[in-house]
């Protein structure tokens, strides 16, 4: 954890959030401010500093986080797509 990331402190449930899913890698929170009429951010429970720095050691946590991402849009009722 980066005690100066936010998005770490709503994975350690510091900061609030309005969780729509969660597990032990990873967790999906409704966005503030949405853009959209659903906007669900989904971050790895691990600091990722930037994505170009992701690595053969953040392979399984990715696969994880790209196989879950339906799954949580079929969570929140987003049977129809999602973007």
Known sequence: MNSDCIF?????????ARIAWEDEHL????DLHPQAPVHVLVIPRTHVERMDLIGESEKDLMGHLMVTIPVIAR?????????
């Open 8 to 16: 770490c402190k709503i994975a350690q449930h510091a900061v609030p």
């Open 27 to 30: 967790l999906a929170f409704h």
């Open 75 to 83: 969570h929140i009722d987003l049977d129809e797509g999602f973007r």
